[in-house]
């Protein structure tokens, strides 16, 4: 599998970014797939998630009610995305898109540890 992620950049506190993540070379139709976040010097956390099998979505507290996962299949193309809106300087980090191909259920959706698949991340400023 192969993950590319694309949308970050540099906005002002309180505006909107969408990231992407276009997931290939995968074929499997229940995964759990999720984007994290990571500042120097801190731990990798985990931002939203979704189990694909069923639609079912988690959100770290930090980003309930500002931020949505979404997941698109179209034409046989498979694209993750997070809506970022309100965004505040404590958002400023480097964002993965990670992929756990044989989780089972929604229990663990935010554990990073789960995640054996990863993108190469995309940057996120705000100023």
């Known amino acids: 599998v192969q993950l590319v992620e694309s949308g970050g950049g540099s906005v002002q506190v309180g505006a909107s970014l969408r990231l992407s993540c276009e997931i290939s070379?995968?074929?499997?139709?229940?995964?759990?797939i999720g984007w994290f976040r990571q500042t120097p010097g801190k731990e990798r956390e985990a931002v939203a998630a979704?189990?694909?099998?069923?639609?079912?979505?988690?959100?770290a507290d930090s980003v309930k009610g500002r931020f949505t996962i979404s997941l698109e299949n179209a034409n046989a193309k498979k694209t993750v995305y997070l809506q970022m809106d309100s965004l505040r300087p404590e958002d400023i980090a480097m964002y993965y898109c990670a992929a756990d191909l044989y989780c089972l259920g929604t229990s663990l959706l935010l554990t990073v540890q789960e995640y054996t698949e990863w993108g190469q991340g995309t940057q996120v400023t705000v100023s």
């Open positions: 979704v189990y694909t099998r069923d639609g079912t979505t988690d959100y």
């Open positions: 070379e995968f074929t499997g139709s229940s995964y759990c």
